[in-house]
């Protein structure tokens, strides 16, 4: 299926997605198993969750509930609260969690959809269940 063109951005990591990388760059310090084990929900805070998504690449994966800003919010009256968030998705090395965990990286280049639907992803190819269906 084809996925539409996204555009690059560089976003500031938001405070609650570097306290969950705090946390996760100490559990795989710790060797927790629930960053161990392939999987990408075992690892969990109250507005993302995720886990080693690549064992063998050592790449983790994340998908962070952010809050829409403002204004969509104010389109979105009247509609079910789930209107309200949309995930932001993640593709990180452990460095990359180090790093972020202790605020020697504050940005990130990511990539949104053309027609800016709030969502955002670390990788190009990655599939917008809204701007991308239909195909
Ligand atoms: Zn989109």
Redo the contacts with the bound molecule.
């Keep these: 299926m084809p996925i539409r063109d996204k555009t690059r951005v560089v976003e500031i990591l938001p405070r609650s997605f570097v306290e969950f990388m705090q946390l996760v760059d100490q559990k795989i310090d710790r060797n927790d198993p629930d960053t161990m084990i392939e999987s990408d929900d075992l690892i969990q805070c109250a507005h993302a969750f995720g886990g080693l998504v690549d064992a063998a690449e050592g790449v983790y994966g994340f998908e962070f509930v952010q809050e829409q800003d403002e204004d969509l919010n104010e389109e979105y009256e009247g509609f079910s609260s789930d209107r309200l968030t949309v995930s932001w998705h993640y593709l990180l090395t452990r460095e990359q969690i180090r790093a972020i965990g202790r605020i020697e990286q504050t940005t990130i280049p990511m990539w949104?959809?053309s027609?800016d639907?709030?969502?955002r992803a670390t990788s190009e190819d990655w599939y917008?269940p809204?701007?991308?269906f239909p195909p």
């Design positions: 949104r959809c027609k639907c709030g969502r917008c809204e701007c991308d």
